[in-house]
């Protein structure tokens, strides 16, 4: 009897230790799938990325600073191409709900520019003083659509857009990776801020040689 029960017993440890054994098996192979998957649309998705980064004419070194200074900077003989300087300021907090989120914004009355442009994604370009366009990778973070209204505070004041159009900002990693997140006004929204010492400028530079940035 003794005997017969451990047969059995060991019978259902094989049984058990089998069962276990297929299901590692079974998440092993699904996570070389997974894995497997994630290698082809990185493939995939990298060469689209610096296309599109191409298109934009991306910068090789962004400058941040004293207007005049960037003007002078990008006087150097191994740039082959830039713009700006335009008018920036950090420090604006974007409004959702209770929370905030941090918002650099730039002034740009066009997306035309030589180096840098902005690729548009949804909407058009802000075209007057109360529009924006926000960076797209925000927009889809925060769900805020095309038509919406926003609010960025700046120390005590609070100024009021509507979202004109997305479009995508290749200066840094996308956001929530990265803070702050990105917008653009015409220059009439910008002076709306009253930025004052906050504000500061940018400039895009290029150059035939990506190393000399």
Not at 24 to 41: H, N, P, Q, Y
Not at 130 to 150: F, N, Q
């Amino acid at each position: 009897m003794s005997s017969g029960v451990g047969v059995l017993v060991a019978a259902g440890l094989r049984g058990r230790r089998r069962a276990g054994l297929i299901a590692t098996f079974l998440v092993l192979v699904l996570a070389a799938i997974a894995i497997t998957a994630g290698l082809v649309v990185v493939g995939q998705g990298a060469p689209l990325l610096d296309d599109a980064a191409d298109d934009a004419d991306v910068a090789h070194l962004v400058l941040y600073g004293d207007s005049d200074a960037l003007s002078a900077a990008a006087q150097d003989s191994a740039v082959i191409a830039w713009s700006g300087p335009f008018d920036a300021v950090d420090g604006l907090e974007l409004v959702i709900g209770d929370e905030t989120v941090p918002i650099r914004s730039t002034a740009l009355d066009s997306p035309d520019i030589a180096v840098n442009h902005p690729p548009s994604r949804s909407g058009r370009w802000a075209e007057s003083e109360r529009e924006i366009v926000l960076d797209y990778s925000l927009s889809v973070d925060l769900a805020i659509d095309v038509g919406d209204t926003v609010t960025l505070q700046l120390a005590d004041r609070e100024v009021a857009f509507t979202v004109a159009g997305t479009a995508v900002d290749f200066t840094d990693c996308l956001y929530p990776q990265c803070e702050p997140g990105r917008a653009w006004v015409t220059q009439a929204g910008f002076d709306r801020f009253d930025a004052g010492a906050r504000a500061y400028s940018v400039a895009y530079l290029r150059f035939d040689d990506p190393a000399e940035a």
